[in-house]
């Protein structure tokens, strides 16, 4: 089936801005009438979070047992790591303050110059520098490293249900989060 022909389940955000102190449920939201199920491609977010966001899909009436679970990334914000020395402009390999904060493909920041993460070590990264129409620079030790990964993220579920149901959480409690979009694409 084409892209076009799928239909979306959009969620209203509680607040414009809010800061997620405790775990937050969708109601159940049916997608078709129940004599059939439909397939549920993704979940779909727009959102700006210094945290990330994990969220679990529960499907046809079982709130217990999530049928698939994901997480969107921070994006803004500091990440609470530094660079230990400072960096040239050349090299390809950054080592952070980090243990394991980083993945794969996330992007993040150091002074002006933003890198993605190709692959993701403990404490030592391969990036592709000056991404995003920066340039790549020398960094001077105890540089901070900000997120910026994208704010809009959509992540494949693929999944057969009747009704679904929705939650998310952060790590932090102190930290606002704006989800400005979240839905659910099916067919």
Known sequence: MPITDSKVKAFNPFTPIESLSTDRQT?????????????VRRINATYSSPDEIT???????????????????????????????????STETLVTSSTSLFKNGDWIQVDSEIMKIISAGSTTHTVQRGM????????????????????????????????????????????????????????
């Open 132 to 187: 995003r129409g920066t340039t790549a620079a020398s960094h001077i030790m105890d540089a901070p490293i900000v997120w910026k990964n994208y704010p809009m993220d959509s992540i494949k579920i693929g999944n057969r249900a009747k009704y679904a149901q929705v939650q998310i959480s952060t790590s932090s409690s102190t930290n606002p989060v704006e989800i400005s979009r979240m839905e659910i694409e099916y067919e």
């Open 55 to 89: 969220f679990k899909v529960y499907v046809d009436g079982d709130d217990v047992n999530e049928v698939f679970s994901g997480a969107f990334r921070a994006n803004v914000g500091a990440t609470g790591v530094t660079l230990p020395a400072g960096s040239d402009d």
């Open 27 to 39: 109601g159940w939201f049916q997608f078709t009438d129940l004599a059939r199920k439909v397939f």
